[in-house]
């Protein structure tokens, strides 16, 4: 048993209230099983510790989204984007969700399903912080084993899980409606709010964009030399303490020891403990106003099932409050 958050909210009206979306969708990539992701979190106890432990009262519609009356018949690749119009669609609402909880001053937590879904969470509180707070920028933190930064012209597979981050800067812009051009700019994030940690497989491309932009991100490498305590307070430090943060954990960050039950898993990753600290460090900042967990694949490695769930859920909890004493 633990008690409930005792660190002040910077930038929620209810901070103990938390909207939780549920999106069984894996149209960004082509491994199946991601879909199945939410189901598996919320039946392993995630939302009753979230409630009965950690006190918060959560909105949540009981339902777990794969939004099949939004998929069309036909979904050609467009810039080499596979599935644009199936990811487009999803993402647009999974942004009017988000936004829908964040506009009353909630928390929100968003259970992938791949990480282009955050193409729509992020976009979705990006807006809501604007309107709610006077034109506040929102910083994203996100650790990922990889940047997710490819815009479709150098994306070397498609797939536009690989994409969100260009998407949601602004890099990879598209005027068609249907695919991504519902993006305004009050659903675009900085790039010098942007913070990535955990990166060990990007892409020649996407390295030529992080130096280009100035992105801060922070690699293994840096985790190894630095330590992870003095990578946050680097982190934290470049978005400063006057921001709201969305943090954006893909499961792959972890090292597949720890987690191996993901679609691209790269060895070298941080350890649980690494993780954990991570989303502790995001929540005793007060500055927390989203999370989305992504990429657990309980299909693949399924003897390794249950040991990435729990990480995912021991991250979500530490995000948003758990602590260790």
């Avoid at 260009?166 to 051009?181: C, K, Q, Y």
Wanted: hydrophobic share 40%; net charge negative; aromatic share 4%.
């Amino acid at each position: 048993m633990t008690s409930p958050p005792t660190v002040p909210s910077k930038f929620l009206s209810h901070p103990h209230e938390l909207g939780v979306v549920a999106v069984a969708f894996s149209g960004g990539q082509c491994k199946p099983g991601v879909d199945a992701a939410p189901t598996a979190l919320i039946a392993s106890g995630l939302l009753t510790q979230l409630r009965a432990d950690l006190g918060y009262t959560l909105h949540h519609d009981d339902a777990v989204h794969s939004y099949a009356e939004l998929m069309p018949r036909h979904d050609p690749d467009y810039r080499g984007m596979k599935r644009p119009l199936a990811v487009s669609a999803a993402t647009r609402r999974i942004s009017e969700q988000v936004y829908e909880h964040a506009s009353r001053g909630r928390c929100v937590l968003t259970l992938g399903g791949d990480h282009s879904l955050a193409i729509g969470s992020i976009a979705g509180m990006a807006r809501a912080i604007r309107e709610r707070l006077d034109g506040r920028e929102l910083a994203v933190i996100w650790v990922d084993a990889h940047a997710d930064l490819n815009t479709p012209e150098v994306s070397p597979s498609g797939n536009i899980h690989g994409m969100p981050v260009a998407f949601l800067t602004g890099l990879a812009r598209e005027e068609r409606e249907d695919i991504f051009g519902w993006i305004g700019e009050d659903n675009r994030i900085s790039t010098k709010k942007l913070v990535y940690i955990g990166l060990r497989d990007v892409d020649a491309g996407e390295r030529k964009l992080l130096r280009e932009h100035g992105i801060k991100a922070f690699s293994m490498h840096d985790v190894d030399k630095h330590g992870i305590g003095r990578v946050m307070e680097l982190a934290l430090g470049h978005i400063g303490n006057d921001t709201p943060i969305h943090l954006s954990f893909d499961v792959d960050a972890l090292d597949p020891l720890v987690a191996p039950s993901t679609g691209t898993p790269v060895r070298g990753g941080l350890t649980l403990r690494e993780g954990d600290y991570i989303a502790e460090c995001v929540h005793e900042t007060g500055s927390l106003v989203a999370m989305d967990l992504v990429e657990v694949n309980p299909s693949i490695d399924e003897p390794g099932a249950r040991e990435t769930i729990r990480a995912g859920c021991s991250i979500v909890r530490c995000s948003l409050g758990e602590s260790l004493l």
